[in-house]
């Protein structure tokens, strides 16, 4: 069962950022999530992932970038993004997380995040929600680098959940990385007991295979 929503803010290199906090009444672990691009942490496939990880007892922390913050739609360079995130979840495994396994992930763009962060954190696991592997190619250009070295790159358990008619492709499964396709595109809105359940499954076990 979760106790009271706690919004807190975070100082980091980069401006403020928000974390919206749910705390379990008896955590087993935790599970830090990154907001998408151009959204924000109530994006629908966010809000299954923490009602899958409040159901399983993990505290949950949705995590709002500065650019968020100051009202901005445009996000900040990667290495930014980086920054902000590791100082977020640094302050969390400090105070109201501390102690328990840590599971961060995101949506989209803080899919990414959580990847390229995961050994800097000690993430005992990763989720990946709508992972934006391949950016749809325009017309005219060269298509654009894949991103799958940021998922090969995580050496702890991860799952990606996937809508199957995602315009930005379908990560393929790994030794340590599960994919679950469900219904839908890169938004994920439309199955989201899929996107519950899948979650739910994989997080207690998952965040206790470091």
Do not use: N
Not at 99 to 119: K, Q, W
Not at 195 to 201: C, K, P, R, S
């Amino acid at each position: 069962m979760a106790t009271a929503t706690v919004t807190r803010i975070t100082k980091t290199p980069h401006g403020d950022a928000r974390v919206r906090l749910h705390p379990a009444a008896e955590p087993r672990g935790a599970l830090v999530l990154g907001h998408g691009a151009g959204g924000g942490v109530e994006a629908p496939d966010l809000m299954a992932a923490a009602a899958a990880g409040l159901a399983q007892d993990f505290s949950v922390a949705l995590v709002e970038q500065p650019y968020r913050v100051a009202g901005r739609r445009s996000p900040s360079p990667a290495h930014q993004l980086d920054a902000v995130w590791l100082a977020v979840v640094e302050a969390l495994a400090r105070d109201e997380l501390r102690g328990l396994p840590l599971v961060t992930g995101g949506r989209s763009a803080g899919a990414r995040v959580a990847c390229r962060t995961a050994e800097a954190t000690a993430a005992s696991a990763v989720l990946c929600l709508a992972f934006p592997l391949q950016p749809p190619a325009r017309a005219g250009r060269d298509p654009s680098p894949s991103r799958q070295p940021e998922l090969d790159a995580v050496a702890v358990p991860m799952l990606v959940v996937q809508g199957e008619r995602d315009r930005f492709g379908m990560p393929a499964p790994g030794p340590k990385r599960e994919v679950v396709q469900v219904e839908g595109d890169h938004s994920l809105r439309t199955d989201r007991e899929a996107i519950v359940a899948a979650i739910e499954e994989w997080l207690p076990r998952a965040a206790g295979a470091r």
